[in-house]
């Protein structure tokens, strides 16, 4: 009992981060229905922007925790957003009216792009980081096993559930939420009526690579090792969440991320770790023949 207790705590910690993630994956699709296969790579770079910032910070002498990692994610989620504005300006808004396979090829060319980029930056080693908020809580004990709730999985539930209220209330009570909604239902006729559609989207790809940069820094802090490569694999991973939750909901790619994170989890804790992705994308597809528009999502409306 007391085991499953601890990989429920984990599941659930690896699923925030990863509906963190699938947010910024739900927003793009639900305005301009694509798929911005970039998004994951705006995640890396997050992390080694958090990296790069925490290292700097300690050879300025900021050694205080709280001081650095508020400067690190104002400055991470600063720089993710620019370059997730850059994609959208160069893979997305010039292919906007083209055939729609058209924008899938061009973000994931600037996915290569990214990874390739940060490798050549940065080296192809892993970057390892020590520990900034180490020790937790002891939730239960039974014989020889102990259940742990670190500090940092209770910063990374609370941070997703903050994150979520926010855009919650960004989407449903503010001017850009309305026009982001507007766009989502009709662009054109949207820009018809005065939006500014290229802005709105345009803004919908920096709040999105902001979100990412936030789940680049909890993963760093959480896991305390990054590479290149992790933002391929926690992208697919968030975009199965984002599609299992009903994508274009913010609540369903939070959703999908948890159970992404509960099946991960729960797999490799009971069965083989090696086959803990043929699992996840093994119950999407099965989930999918049920509901094809995922859990929370709707049925789209072909306007005519």
């Known amino acids: ?46 992390a080694f922007l958090s990296l790069i910032a925490l290292l700097g910070l ?11 990692l508020a400067v690190t994610l104002v400055f991470a989620a600063a720089i993710a957003a620019l370059y997730g504005w850059t994609v959208e300006r160069l893979a997305y808004r010039p292919l906007r009216g083209s055939f729609r396979l058209a924008p899938l090829i ?14 050549v930056a940065q080296g192809a080693r892993v970057k390892p980081i020590e520990p900034l908020i180490p020790g937790g809580i002891q939730v239960m004990q039974a014989e020889h096993f102990v259940v742990q709730l670190s500090w940092m999985q209770i910063i990374i539930v609370v941070t997703t559930v903050v994150v979520l209220a926010v855009f919650t209330w960004l989407v449903t009570q503010t001017p850009l939420g309305r026009a982001m909604r507007a766009c989502e239902q009709d662009l054109l006729m949207a820009g018809l009526l005065g939006i500014d559609t290229d ?4 803004l919908t790809f920096v709040i ?12 760093l802090l959480y896991y305390g090792v990054i590479d290149f490569f992790i933002g391929f694999v926690a992208g697919i ?17 939070v959703l999908g991320g948890l159970l992404i994170g509960l099946i991960e989890t729960f797999w490799s804790a009971y069965f083989s770790v090696e086959y ?7 119950i999407l597809i099965v989930a999918l023949i049920f509901l094809p528009t995922g859990i929370l999502g709707r049925a789209d409306v072909e306007k005519v």
């Open 1 to 46: 009992m007391a085991y499953a207790v601890q990989q429920l705590i984990n599941g659930v910690t690896l699923g925030m981060i990863y509906g963190l993630i699938a947010v910024g994956y739900t927003m793009v699709y639900g305005i301009i229905g694509m798929i911005n296969f970039a998004h994951g790579d705006i995640f890396m770079l997050g």
């Open 58 to 68: 300690a050879a300025l002498g900021i050694t205080a925790v709280p001081l650095a």
């Open 106 to 119: 061009s973000a994931i060319g600037m996915s290569i792009i990214l990874q390739n980029y940060v490798q």
């Open 199 to 202: 802005r709105t989207i345009s």
């Open 208 to 219: 999105g690579a902001a979100l990412a940069a936030v789940a680049g820094l909890l993963f």
């Open 237 to 253: 991973k968030a975009f199965t969440a984002a599609v299992l939750g009903g994508i274009g909901s913010l609540p369903g790619a």
């Open 276 to 282: 803990k992705n043929v699992a996840a994308f093994a």
